[in-house]
């Protein structure tokens, strides 16, 4: 838990203005620096103390061997772990060669800030050495957006009273040691020291090493340049060897005199730190089948959920960058894309037709070892489908949709048909899977996976009809594209008649409820204190399931019929998961309940500024993360995407005064900016566009703001959860927009 | 694969008439001996070649760690492992110092013969050393039945032409290397060596040693002494260190005459093999809870299984011991008994009632590394109470029944309560357990779990009326014992009324029938090609369930309802478990079909001698083999027992010209001959006792036979199998009975 006093509240940023050694851990994690190639954790700069030393290359891992007590037919044999590639933000400040250590000596004042804006982290410290030393430090990182394999660092020390000897110490380091978290040894052993050296050199105030995983093969190259502003007289020097490369630069400095040894390629401006500080190469043939990055659970900014990706990605963190950043959710998908042909292997190998994406992977391999809430997640496939449906609706890059967008529905959509079946009264069945919430599994007709199917199955039969000469080749007949359709329409939407809801799966309302009176605060989350047989077969909710299916669903259920399953399912739901929150937003929102959206908006915004899960050590959850836009723009907004056609539904909670988004759509710019009263639409540039405003057309024109009132929320009685679990109830202050 | 004529046909024989090293592994585990507590592999006794030495002793293991890819709470993490214990039965002969090896020189004969009538294997061949000299060299081994700690081996040779210089050389051998067997290092590394050498000591022609598990702490100590006859001068020498005992005698004898060293401690007779061998005492408090042993899946005869125990024993073992050899179905059950603390502990810990039996055990803590299989399948604690119900109205042992009995019943039946609920309807309900057939898991109201648990519910009922101070003491009150009549009377049966057939469990018969056709030959046993999700979500059995449901609970179902049922089943039951075909035997021959009933005799009583498994190298399938006389008894019997009262409803196939066998019951002895035309039943000693043949009831007096006619069974059409996993079809010949 971190406290609210931890951090000053400012807008587009996040300040720290005291450093906390006990909270060392996570705000390494929340300061994180992180590009998509690579990440950098907030570790101080002269690298101890540490909590967990990070810096990631997007798709660098090892592999180690998955232990089973008892092995079954397709378990995945491999494992895959992100690990820490060379060091390359080390930079150790000796004054009169004593160092700088915030442990040691007096630190006057320690403050970091990290600007969304321009995305660099800023640190300030004044410290005053054991011998009575007094100086300024500052340091400035970033990892560069456009150059993504370049980060930089600019580091100035500066004497307060009086002269100094100042050298600074610019590392590189491989095969750091870390802290051990993995209680088996068979694993630690295989993580250690997983780099081996190929190359180093160093000349000038350059330093390079190049390695190579030793079990994945991996290359891995980082390389330092540094350019040293100083008014006094400087001594660089540089040298490398296996594991380490080393920059110094000493100088005697008056007061007011800065020594800057910033590590850059090519400078840009006095202050602008340009450069290249980290360049990092991974070449494996046949080991990264697509040349464009994932998104891990955890971005770059931990080694949590071993640095894999999950449906996280396409499910909660695509939906905001098709409509932001329509260029970075193309290449989520092209990443996908570029694992096809892993994804047909492990089809293969479980006897299943065309592609079965991974539950979690790095590389593109199955690498979950516990098949009844991995492997049977097959709705990862549908999830893949809908987002590259989702990319190409919002953005029309018919490119894509002709091209991967095509392959990966139509390779998805084969699953299915695979996978379910008939029953005599020819209602289409999908059996024995598992949906979003991991405390049921293996069930039967999940109707999270079924509408997912459904919609997977309709768009690779639309692809078919649009793209004929690509269905062709992907050897679609008619025929084909005609089982699909029939799936589609025949699938079972399972409903209990006796309470009036939808059953979550097929049988799922008439199980036992967890006692949730019996189950005391400290038994959260379950998983850790009860066995998964038993929560498997009880009516208790790790995450947003069904109500992730009225979300991405919405026309499938009546208005009645979502308030109803919201107030039924939210008394069951515990938010064990990060995944769970900003859907319960949008639903909330949806069904009228302004109030308790706000305050999951909170929870899904705050999980690691607040460390909600007690585990923002290990990383950010940037699904729930990128789910704060969803419980906005989604919630608030009631933004809905479907069949190309873009519907928004706006009302506002008493908490928030106003709310505005822009979403990019086929490349024009729809602005909504919201109050309590009225939506206000503007569209800039392009043809025009129809949208919905609470169900009814909007025609906008380039240029014209068109405004709407809002329509008073149905009055509803406040739906319960679990007792202890309710979302921290948020008070009634501040706006949200950007 | 064993060939027909590998073994001679002989009465209560088992024959091999020369020796043929391919088979190795499987005559070691078809000609062991096993007394319960200690087991011998049928080595040979010079040690080489071997396949798998085995020495075991019930209960003695090595703990190892249980590996998971992805740790949940509650997985069980040590596992246990059966050990070799001292080898005790190596007897290395030397003729004019060449070692006897049935690979060199010339082996003129072979023979091994298993008398199951003495309990006594004995070996004879004639061999000539590489050197020429021809010697007759027999042994005679035992394990005895009244002495279980002693084994004993009587071992001639005698010079065939001309004097030839013996010597014999008796071995103990403690951590004799072993072929590993397992491909994970951890686990081969926690298995070498297992034993520490505490004590060893040699005196005369003795020698004892005394060791130590490493890691579970279990003493063994292995003890031998020699009884020498010869008619020459023997020169005879003894010594031991840490990890063996030797003893040798040598002599130059003349054609005619015979060494025999016999292993022994105190001599009875001068051929009766007496005498203590290997004499082993387990000792490690609190590590074994019960001093009696338990019957593991593969006896003492192999390393399969680990060594554990399962249902197995209970389910398939107990009810030929407990009609048979009633002191020994005692003893099984106070083993379980005496691991009650441990069922405790794991129910606690699986946040459960009262106790919760492990799936697979050799102390009692559960070892099931694979959950949705193993700690699931909740049966097992009924199993036990229903074996320990048997074996009371069976015997009539009210010590037992008010003791260890009725604790096992009331104990197992406070889980049902805990697992089960009500619906609204009033119907309860047991989801997400699993029931006997491996290639189903997780599913609700499994028949036969919930068949069992009635019964197990209406026993702890029972016993708490029948003996209120006892259940005063378990704390028994009546309100808690109406709860368990109330679960048991409300307990779902699921039936599917559009096919007329109960469903194994809810919604079975709704889910895709497995594609037998497009299933080769090859890809059988099918959880070897593949993966569990796909099997559990389809129609496919692995082994019995719902017929041993049937068998188990009769009257709970309809003769023509079984009928129905066994077609229905029969067409989706591959059995790729031994634990299939006597169930499959006792409903064929219920429902009529007497000629596949005999098929599946034939596949249960052969599975080792024909090693239909392809594992009979690693031990017998114990079951199985106890499966043959349920086949026979319960099957062409048509035994059952229903509150006390015995039924018969014998009715041979064709193939079969008589059938005869004896229960004890009360402690009086019914013995049943059957033919085609009539049975014949005789009661010998004791109170009158009624019985029902074929429904009508019979009282029988002791000494008065009773003659009764057999009924025409009812024709019906042969229910078919999967394609190609048809029994093996039986020619008509032969007969069976004792």
Sequence with gaps: MILQDAFTVEPWNLHETHLDLDLLAKTESVFALANGQVGWRANLDEGEPHALPGSYLNGVYETRPLPYAESAYGLPETGQEIINITNGKLTRLFVDDEPFDVRSGELRSHERLLDFGSGVLTRRAEWVSPAGRPVRVSSVRLVSFTQRAVAAICYEVEPVDSQARIAVQSELLTNEQLPSADADPRVAAALEDPLSGEYYDATGTAAVLVHRTKRSGLHVGAAMEHLIDCPAPVRAESRSFGDGGLVTAAAVLAPGQKLEPRRCRGGRGPRGAAGGAVRAVPRAAGQRPGGEPAIPAKGLTGPGYSGHAFWDAETFVLPMLTFTTPAAAASALRWRHGTLPLALDRAAQLGLADAAFPWRTINGQECSGYWPAGTAAFHVNADIAVAA??????????EFARGPGGDLVVHTARLWVFLGHYDDQGNFHIDGVTGPDEYSAIADDNIYTNLMAQTNLLAAADAAKRYPDRACELGVSDEESATWRDAAQAMTIPYDETLGVHAQAAGFTRRQIWDFARTSAGQYPLMLHFPYFDLYRKQVIKQADLMLAMHMHSSAFTAEQKARNFAYYERLTVRDSSLSACTQAVIAAETGHLDLAYDYLGEAALIDLRDLQHNTRD????????????????????????????SAAPRLTDGLTR???????????????????????????????????????????????????????????????????????????????H
Excluded: C, M
Aim: glycine share 14%; hydrophobic share 35%.
């Design 619 to 646: 990383g950010l959850h940037i699904a729930s993360l990128a789910g704060t836009w969803i419980a906005l723009v989604n919630g608030f907004g009631g933004l809905r995407l479907k069949d190309g056609t873009v």
């Design 659 to 737: 709310l505005a988004f822009t979403l990019i759509i086929g490349g024009r710019r729809l602005r909504v900016e919201v109050t309590h009263a009225q939506a206000r639409y503007i569209l800039t540039g392009g043809d025009p566009l129809e949208i919905l405003h609470h169900g009814q057309p909007v025609t906008l024109s380039a240029g014209k703001p068109h405004v709407r009132p809002i329509p008073a929320a149905p009055s509803r009685p406040r739906p319960s959860q679990p007792p202890g679990r309710e979302p921290v109830h948020r008070p009634h202050t501040g706006n949200a927009g």
């Design 389 to 398: 449906v989702r990319y190409a609706d919002a953005t029309g890059d018919e």
